[in-house]
Every structure is written in C-alpha cells, then in structure tokens.
C-alpha cells in the first residue's frame, strides 16, 4: 500500500493544470526543441504569449514570410538531423506554408507544422481567416490532425514528433482552434525521447538473397539518395563500396551522404549527372540502392539510365519496392541497420577489369576543378571552383534550375548533411529560408546559397530576416538575366523560348543595401575573387550578396531529353 500511495503522489506531482498554449509550446521543450520558425496572426496569439514567457527556453525565429519559415524548418531539419519546426495563423497564414511543407514530403524531411484555426464553434461557417488546412494538407502530410479536444493535445503532439521521425520522416501538421488553446486540463510530464521513432529491419531471407546477389556481381555499383544522407549512413555506405569494391553513384538528395574526396564516390548520376558517373550505372550488372526513389531523373523515363543491372534496394518504405523499376532483391527497414547487417554478411571482394574501366571513363571527363585567368569572363564552372576554394567548411544551399545543376556537378562537397537544395519538388525561392534554417541549425556557422536571378527574386524578402538576426549568409547569384533551365528545355523542344527571358532592371546590389546587406556586382574571376575576400575576410562581413553576371547562352550539360 505505502508504493501505491508513493506511486500516486509522484504522478499527482508531475500533473498539473494548463492552457492548450503552454501544453504546445511545453511539448516543443520536452522533445528538445529549442528553435521554432513563423509568423503570428489572430489565431495563434496565445501560443505567441506562451513563446514569450518561454523565450529563454525555446527561441522563435520571424521570418518575412510563413515560406521562408517552412524553408527554414525544413534547411533546419536537412543540416542537423533535428525536426524542424514551424508555427503559422489560419487561412493565409497556413496556406503560404503549403509549398514548404509539399518540399519538406517530397524529399523526406521531418517537419512538425502548428498552426492555429478559429474556434471549434465558428468552423465550417466561413469564419475571418477559416481555411480547413488539414484537408489541404493531407497528400503532403505523413499525418495531421485537428486537436479539437484538450485532453488529447499532449499526446498528439508527442505523436506529431514520433510520426515525423519515424520510418520514412517527413512533414506532420496540427492545427489547433483558438478555444482549444485556451482551454485547460491537467498533464502529466513526458520525458523526452519517450516518443523515440520505430524501426523495423528486413528478414534473414531478404537479406541472404540480397548477399548472394551482391557477392555474384562482376561491376557492382553503389547507388545512394536522400534516404542514406537522412540517416547519417554515409559511412556505411563508404563501406559497403570498400567491401565490395564497388564506385559510388549519387541522387541529387544523396550527394552530400559520401565526402567528394572519397576516391570510390563517381558523384552525380541522372538527367543532369556527370556523363561518366551515369555511364557507370548503365554498364553496373548490380546496383545497390541505398534510399533512392528512382525517379524520372535518376532513370529516365523508362527507366533508360539504368540499363540492365540487377537492383538490391534499401528502403523504408515499402511502397518504393518495384515501384519505378524492378527489384531483383530488396531490404525493408531501418538503412542503417540493414547496412551494417549487410555489410557483415559480405565477404571482400575486388573487380580489377571493372576499375579500370571507371578509370578510363573518369579520365576523360572535365570534372575536375582548376586556375582560372583573372580576367576571364564568369563562367558557370569559373564560378563555382572560385567560390569554392573560398568556402571550405561551409555547408551550401541551392536554389532549383541551372545553377543547382551546376553545382550539384562541380562543387567539392565534403560535408556531412553539406547540401541542402529541394529535389522532389523542385521548389524555386527555397533557398533563403532552407539557408537560414541551415546556419540557425549549425549554431550561426556560415551558409553559402547559390541562386539564381530567377530564383533569388522569389523569396530575396528574407534577406530582412538574415540581417535581423545576423544570420552569415555569403549569397553567390547566377545572374544570366532568364529562367536559364526553362529557357535551355524551351529550346532543346520547341526551338524558341516564351517567356523565360527576364527583361528586369532590378539592382541586386541595392537590394542588398537597401535591407542593410552587403552587396557587390562582378563580371570577372578576379573581381569575383575580391568580392568573396571582402565578403569572408576579417571582418566577415555578411549577410553579403555576390551579383555574379553569366552569358544567358550557358547550358548544363549533359542533359538527357527522355521525355
């Protein structure tokens, strides 16, 4: 009897009475977040209240916009493993946050979405700002909910979290009526890491028949995409590839999971990929998928880029099996745990003839960085080496088009979690809040994010929030004066271009200055050297935007035109 009463007392003492507000922001805090992106409106007023007195506990961060601040919950999420996190009002509040969150699902980030509705009473009637956000939301949601009773909004955001995490990650929304946050009821406290993600692992037959094919292969190749570099299993892969003496191959998502100085990583494969890395996945006679989707950019249309390999995927989601193409084996479950079981598994193994025939193939390509005149115009690849030997250390950002093709080729990355850009969507302006989410994420280090005039003109609102908060941006623009991917496929198709020229007289210098950045416009590799020195020198003067002029005529190559 004495353990029953003691039992009763602790859980009487760790009960207490609270509003729907502090139940919100308190379980931000109980699963460890620090860091929230939004904007307030009418119906998430009392949260922001409830933000207020927890200011020294949690930190909210106010964009320009409610994109700016799903992108940065998703930049947030991709640079440090963490879910990000991001608050808005109802009706046009949460409608701007649809395009971030259809980012965050398309490439798998873990995102928890709060946003606030009017009261339980008013919904359905039309209400100021009412937009049912939840049926919106549903095809690019792993889950969400409309907490309309106060008794059950600990546990469900507890859930949010485990949901977001847990097998395939992604975006997970809660919209909270305003009554219900004023509400009260009694809580018990949760421990963090109560709702820890489940995991589930392939069984010893999948994963026997996987071995014997991998251990059969003459040119085995390793292919790895967001699902390896959302798991940290850059390692393992690396070690798959050593075992099996195998190249790396790269989805755009999986390009930062295996450090570019790794000798086996080839980089880039697909639509866009550098022609001797997809040569590579065509002549391979088995590929080890590791958390690729293979979508229409990996494997063209039909799957013609991937030739006639046997495929071994790693996936957590089922739904992905001989889905795009057709398994010869497959491992459903936690990436890294069927890899390192894998792995084990895997006697070594060395494919001497299949070497030397990457070699060659390597040889013959232009990938490789190099000097560059002073006053040589810029070019794509002047560009990105320049930038490159002064950023070593710093995560990069894109923007979507031309100049994400580019450096998804040509940059040496090297960094863990080093790229952050949108593959599945493809979400031009998602640069500036997934940059500022990055850096936030990496306790303020600096972020370089390349752009494009076309893109950069989306979203360039958040530069207010960079120079609000001191957030050390070096922003490098592809300035060709178009929306160079649109225009380039316009051409390749139709022979002509339709509205892809930007005929706009904006001065991105004074952008810059005129939202209190630093800004300077070159057209040369050394005026381009002496930007980045001024930029990154001593005094580290960012947020800084770089205007880089390039030839409207430049193309990415290779391209593959399946469709």
Not at 545 to 554: G, K, L, M, N, R
Request: a negative charge; charged letters at 25%.
């Amino acid at each position: 009897m004495k353990k029953m009463t003691s039992d009763r007392t602790t859980a009487s003492n760790r009960q207490r009475s609270m509003t729907g507000a502090e139940i919100a922001v308190d379980t931000l805090i109980e699963e460890g977040v620090d860091l929230v992106f939004g904007y307030p409106g009418g119906q998430v007023l009392d949260i922001y209240e409830e933000l207020r007195k927890k200011r020294r506990k949690i930190k909210h961060i106010l964009t320009a916009h409610e994109q700016g601040a799903a992108h940065a919950a998703d930049g947030y999420a991709r640079a440090s493993g963490k879910v990000g996190v991001v608050i808005a009002t109802s009706g046009p509040g949460a409608a701007n946050l649809v395009t971030g969150i259809a980012t965050a699902y398309l490439d798998s980030i873990p995102m928890v979405v709060i946003t606030g509705n009017v009261p339980t009473g008013q919904i359905g009637r039309d209400s100021f700002q009412e937009l049912d956000i939840a049926d919106i939301t549903m095809p690019i949601t792993k889950h969400n909910y409309i907490a309309k009773d106060i008794n059950r909004l600990h546990e469900i955001l507890h859930e949010a979290f485990r949901i977001a995490r847990s097998g395939r990650m992604g975006p997970v929304l809660i919209d909270i009526p305003k009554d219900v946050q004023r509400a009260r009821c009694k809580v018990e406290y949760i421990e963090p890491g109560r709702t820890e993600p489940i995991k589930t692992h392939p069984t010893d037959s999948e994963l026997a028949m996987a071995a014997d094919i991998i251990s059969n292969a003459e040119r085995p190749l390793v292919y790895c995409g967001g699902g390896a570099t959302n798991t940290d299993a850059g390692e393992l892969v690396a070690e798959l590839a050593r075992r099996i003496d195998a190249p790396i191959g790269c989805s755009l998502m999986g390009l930062s999971c295996v450090p570019r100085d790794n000798p086996d990583k080839l980089g880039l494969t697909g639509m866009h990929g550098l022609a001797y890395a997809t040569e590579a996945v065509r002549r391979a006679d088995v590929i080890v998928a590791v958390g690729t989707r293979f979508t229409d950019r990996a494997t063209g249309s039909y799957g013609e880029l991937v030739g006639n390999a046997k495929i071994v995927q790693l996936d957590i989601d089922p739904a992905e099996i001989d889905k795009n193409v057709t398994d010869a084996a497959y491992l459903v479950g936690d990436i890294r745990s069927s890899l390192e079981t894998l792995v084990g598994m895997l006697e070594p193994r060395r494919h001497a003839d299949w070497r030397a025939e990457i070699c060659r193939m390597r040889e013959l390509s232009d990938a490789v960085s190099h000097a560059h005149e002073e006053d040589e115009p810029l070019n794509p690849y002047s560009l990105i080496d320049t930038v490159a030997r002064y950023t070593a250390g710093m995560r990069v950002a894109t923007d979507v088009g031309q100049h994400q093709m580019w450096v998804a080729q040509r940059y040496p990355l090297n960094l863990r979690r080093g790229f952050i850009t949108s593959g599945g969507l493809g979400t031009m302006g998602f640069g500036m809040g997934a940059a500022i989410g990055a850096s936030l994420s990496l306790g303020g280090s600096p972020v370089v994010l390349f752009t494009g005039d076309g893109s950069f003109g989306m979203n360039l609102n958040e530069l207010a929030t960079a120079v609000g908060y001191n957030i050390p941006l070096l922003i490098i623009i592809f300035n060709n004066r178009s929306l160079g991917m649109v225009k380039q496929w316009q051409s390749l198709l139709y022979r002509h271009t339709s509205a892809s020229e930007l005929d706009r007289r904006t001065d991105f210098v004074k952008v810059a200055e005129a939202f209190g950045a630093f800004g300077r416009a070159v057209h040369t590799v050394g005026e381009l050297k002496a930007a980045l020195s001024d930029a990154l020198g001593k005094k580290k003067r960012l947020p800084y935007v770089i205007d880089c002029a390039i030839s409207p005529d430049e193309v990415v190559e290779p391209i593959y035109s399946g469709n």
